[in-house]
């Protein structure tokens, strides 16, 4: 392009940062045997019909995007009488080729933490089994030089030492006050866990939050998006990005514009079926880091 030719940028358009997207290595799980048939959060109604069928096409549709966006795939085998296996990102937290598991705080889902070790096992991560009550990373998110750890609900506040020395980094714990958002990737999604600052990007909702972890969140991400409770209704903050690509949920248009005007690019996926077990994009993404 020549000098002449060039199109002057506007103030706003120039301060919009550049995105990379960084190749993902994720563990996902068919919802072959998804339904409803107890209530352990407030999205759970058993009194309403799910389509199980529904739920495998919308999930298989997430599997195709991330396959479109380049990540490595791995998929656990579903079992029979485990309707919320689907939820992959409750089943541990994987760092430097450590699996730290999960141990689930309801027993109906206690029966997934031994089956998600022993698929970290068998495909050659140093799984460490764990003491404390965790569900994985819908409570762990690892976000720049941190990692930041929910409870309140689900995952013990115990744990967040435990999982600290087993990473090696900080835990910063966070405490979770609105039962629809009972595990922390429902109230915060990890936009960038990599910026120049070494603390990455975020989105949150602050009403989640009790007040001390909200000055927290505050302090250390001061230029965070805050989302809308709106798009957080409906989970739009349960997304799952790679950098650049930042994939929620479909109906989240206020987030959408949020991200775009961030300089990122937004892929609506419709999860509503699975949403009606109270999970999204995120919970069905397990990251895995070699």
Known sequence: MSIDSAVPLLAEESAVPVRIA?????????????TVVYRINPWMDPALPTDTSLAVAQWQTLYDTYIGLGFDVHLIDPIDGLPDMVYAANGGFVIANQAYGAKFTHVQRQPEGP???????ANAFDVRVPV??????GDFLLVGDVILAGTGFRSDSNSHAELSKIAGRP???????????????TAIAVLDPATSSGRGEIAYLPSAFDAPSLAILQERYPDAVIATEEDAAILGLNSYSDGYNVVIAARAKNFERQLRARGYNPIGVDLSELLLGGGGVKCCTLELRR
Not at 22 to 34: A, D, E, G, H, N
Request: glycine residues 2%; hydrophobic residues 40%.
């Open 115 to 121: 089956a998600y070790m022993d698929w970290f096992a």
């Open 132 to 137: 404390e009550t965790n569900e994985g990373e």
């Open 22 to 34: 960084t190749k993902r290595s994720v563990l996902m799980c068919k919802p072959q045997f998804f």
């Open 171 to 185: 835990v910063i714990t966070l405490r979770l006050v609105n039962p629809s958002f009972y595990h922390l990737d």
